[in-house]
């Protein structure tokens, strides 16, 4: 049917069919997976090698090293008096130094050191000795007697002295009690410088436990010296005798006409 133009109504509409179903694309066929890529092989860790300030810092004190071997050298080979040759090296030194020394000065020579000696450790040997003044023990019996307190031998001052004046008695004795604990007695024996007469001439003699140890003729300005064993003595005597000049009468008070003097008198007593 036609519709005319301004007519004013609508021509039917005609139905358009359904769009035909597609047909599903052809499917693609499978992808296989990609492979892994293989692993970078082992690189060791590099690290940086010194600067070249480093190395010349290095180069520096290898050069100082080997200045202060080439000293010690020269010093060895002085004193040691052989060749000596230092060589200096190193990882970071640099070039090798070497020194040769020839020594010119006559070698000193070491004297080993002395050992001293050993001390004395056998059993029953004397360890420690000390003295005892011979004035300062009191006697037994018959000690000496002189009112000279200040006697004086050569010239010399005795103040640790025993005296006896002479010219009144003929003899006479002082005892003393060593209990077996001295071994020596030693003094200086003469007359004092003081003595009216210079040529007395007395007679001193040593007896220990009644066996005469020594004798002595003592003398104006020339002392003698007694040195006595008396290891082992209990009893220890100094005896003195003095013969008067012939014809020579014995005043009614008799005054000294001579002192004997047994000076600086030392007994040894010895300790285990």
């Not at 103040?159 to 604990?181: E, F, H, M, V």
């Not at 007679?203 to 290891?231: C, E, H, M, N, Y």
Request: charged fraction near 10%; hydrophobic fraction near 30%; charge should be neutral.
């Amino acid at each position: 049917m036609t519709i005319e133009p301004g007519s004013g109504e609508t021509p039917p509409s005609r139905e358009t069919p359904p769009p035909r179903p597609s047909a599903p694309p052809p499917a693609s066929p499978a992808t296989p997976p990609a492979a892994q890529p293989a692993a970078p092989p082992h690189t060791p860790q590099q690290f940086p090698g010194p600067s070249p300030r480093s190395k010349r810092d290095l180069s520096g004190i290898a050069n100082l090293v080997n200045a202060g071997i080439g000293v010690a050298a020269l010093v060895l080979g002085f004193f040691g008096g052989a060749g000596v040759q230092a060589t200096a090296g190193g990882p970071f030194s640099g070039p090798t130094t070497t020194v040769t020394v020839t020594p010119t000065g006559t070698p000193v020579p070491i004297t080993p050191a002395t050992t001293p000696p050993a001390p004395n450790t056998t059993p029953g040997s004397p360890n420690t000795t000390s003295t005892v003044a011979l004035s300062t023990l009191t006697p037994l019996s018959g000690p000496f007697q002189s009112a000279n307190t200040t006697p004086s031998l050569d010239g010399r001052p005795q103040p640790q002295a025993i005296i006896q004046d002479l010219g009144c008695a003929a003899s006479g004795d002082a005892q003393y009690n060593l209990s077996r604990g001295y071994t020596r007695l030693t003094a200086q024996v003469g007359l004092d410088d003081n003595s009216p007469d210079s040529k007395v001439t007395p007679t001193l003699t040593i007896v220990g436990d009644g066996r005469q140890l020594t004798s002595a003729l003592p003398k104006f300005g020339t002392p003698s010296t007694l040195d006595v064993d008396v290891t082992g003595v209990i009893r220890l005597e100094i005896k003195w005798s003095y013969q008067r000049p012939p014809q020579t009468p014995i005043p009614i008070v008799c005054t000294p006409n001579a002192q004997l003097v047994v000076a600086d008198g030392q007994l040894t007593q010895t300790s285990a």
